[in-house]
């Protein structure tokens, strides 16, 4: 797996996950870390699904610098898959992950598929004096979900010794979390940009670090217009189950994944 690194080090940084092909929200997410005076800003995967228009989301990266790396939907799309490799095992999920992919694979481009392969598969690089390694699953799988309530700090230890890291940034559970260890190593779950966190609010979230005796961690609420999206959504034929969660904040697919606290702090 290729890493990318930096020698450089950072005294605040944007990191962000899931775009899932809301380049509205992209574009909001990162004027306001360039606001912010995030010095770089970091792409932890899944640029594309639950539509629409995919494509739109790579010239913004592109305009900004972003560093990016690649998570499951992004290795499915550069080596022509057929399937996401979302990790899901219940069937109605599964239903809603083929329809997501179908739309998001034949709407990108031959030209931006081809650009996903070249994406690392990790990120690496300094928040002050604290080394920060960057996943999208785990470090030991891409689609592994790193859930706040079943995720042992022993396993977050053992990710940490691993990657030789003091701070451990993954994503594609899509809910933002933080924990900090005893010997005060972290983990920070990112979030996603591309839908909210299923708490009955329409925004969606991004993470901010800051050096320090410590790294700090903030989680930045993102306001952008989600009515437009869902309209894009409709026009494009995307399931009204998508739409749904972009205009109520409440996940109507992808839940049976969820552990049973996460899952109750939701509608379904």
């Not at 950072?10 to 912010?36: M, P």
């Not at 305009?63 to 080596?79: E, R």
């Not at 070249?118 to 002050?128: D, I, K």
Request: glycine share 10%; charged share 20%; with cysteine.
């Amino acid at each position: 797996m290729r890493i990318w690194s930096s020698p450089t080090p950072y005294e605040r940084v944007a990191l962000f996950g899931g775009i899932y092909s809301n380049h509205l929200a992209l574009a909001a997410a990162l004027t306001d870390a360039a606001d912010r005076g995030a010095e770089a800003l970091f792409c932890l995967g899944d640029l594309g699904a639950f539509g629409p228009h995919p494509d739109k989301v790579f010239p913004l990266l592109e305009k900004t610098g972003a560093i990016v790396m690649q998570g499951n939907y992004d290795a499915s799309l550069a080596s022509g898959r057929d399937d996401c490799q979302c990790g899901y095992t219940d069937p109605r999920d599964n239903h809603f992950a083929r329809l997501s992919y179908q739309y998001t694979f034949r709407n990108t481009s031959a030209a931006n598929k081809a650009w996903l392969g070249t994406l690392p598969g990790a990120l690496r690089f300094r928040v002050g004096r604290q080394f920060v390694h960057c996943c999208h699953g785990s470090p030991r799988l891409i689609n592994e979900f790193l859930w706040e309530s079943t995720t042992p700090d022993a396993l977050l230890r053992r990710f940490l010794d691993q990657t030789a890291a003091d701070v451990l940034c993954c994503t594609h559970t899509g809910i933002t979390w933080e924990r900090r260890l005893p010997d005060g190593r972290m983990a920070v779950n990112v979030g996603a940009i591309g839908r909210p966190e299923n708490d009955g609010n329409t925004h969606v979230w991004y993470a901010l670090l800051t050096a320090g005796r410590e790294v700090g961690v903030e989680f930045i609420p993102v306001p952008y217009d989600h009515e437009a999206l869902a309209a894009e959504k409709e026009g494009e034929g995307i399931p009204g189950e998508f739409v749904e969660t972009i205009r109520t904040g409440w996940w109507t697919t992808c839940l049976e994944s969820l552990p049973a606290k996460e899952r109750a702090r939701g509608r379904f």
